[in-house]
């Protein structure tokens, strides 16, 4: 199966696309079975929420209801002009409102359940680093303890330096005056 990472605008794209040929198929070969757009929505919903990137997981669920309503024209019938081609997608809307429904929640628990992974993945990863940098600087102080106290330095230790208040102050160099800019008169 393809692992593509879709952004925000792209699973947008894709779903209202998809949803729109899949409508245009339908109508075409079961002459606009709303039970078939149906079961076609909640597949494209899952796919939209699997294939989203990371960054962009909660437009996934935001998306899936406007491309479910973007697809609905070839399919939703309706009779003379665009009132009532209007009316009839507004009907499609509301008769098939549980398709609608289902497909947002498939797509809504799918992006929960990967965030949820994303957020323990990086907790897992915080813990490691924290783990490492303890283990180092456990190395760090066996070197020194084997090698005796002051008696040589450990690669990667920094000296000690002396407090603050203790350092020599070196003299200030006195800084070149401001000098006025020499400018040359334009010719016109």
């Not at 079961?30 to 962009?56: E, Q």
């Not at 973007?70 to 009839?88: D, K, R, S, V």
Request: charged residues 20%; glycine residues 14%.
């Amino acid at each position: 199966m393809p692992n593509p990472r879709l952004t925000g605008l792209g699973c947008g794209l894709f779903c209202g696309a998809s949803m729109f040929a899949l409508a245009c198929l339908d109508q075409l070969l079961f002459g606009g079975s709303p039970a078939l757009y149906g079961v076609l929505f909640l597949l494209v919903s899952a796919l939209t929420a699997v294939w989203v990137r990371s960054g962009d997981l909660t437009s996934a669920p935001v998306v899936v209801p406007i491309a479910f309503a973007a697809g609905l024209p070839p399919i939703a019938g309706g009779e003379g002009g665009l009132g009532g081609h209007l009316m009839g997608l507004i009907t499609a809307l509301a008769v098939e409102a549980g398709w609608l429904y289902g497909g947002t929640l498939v797509a809504g628990l799918i992006v929960t359940v990967r965030k949820v992974r994303l957020m323990a993945r990086r907790a897992a990863e915080r813990e490691w680093e924290r783990e490492s940098v303890k283990d180092r600087g456990r190395d760090r102080e066996r070197a020194v303890r084997e090698r005796g106290q002051g008696q040589g330095r450990v690669p990667g230790a920094q000296a000690a330096r002396p407090p603050h208040d203790r350092r020599t102050v070196r003299p200030r160099s006195p800084r070149p005056s401001a000098q006025p800019r020499r400018t040359v008169p334009r010719s016109s």
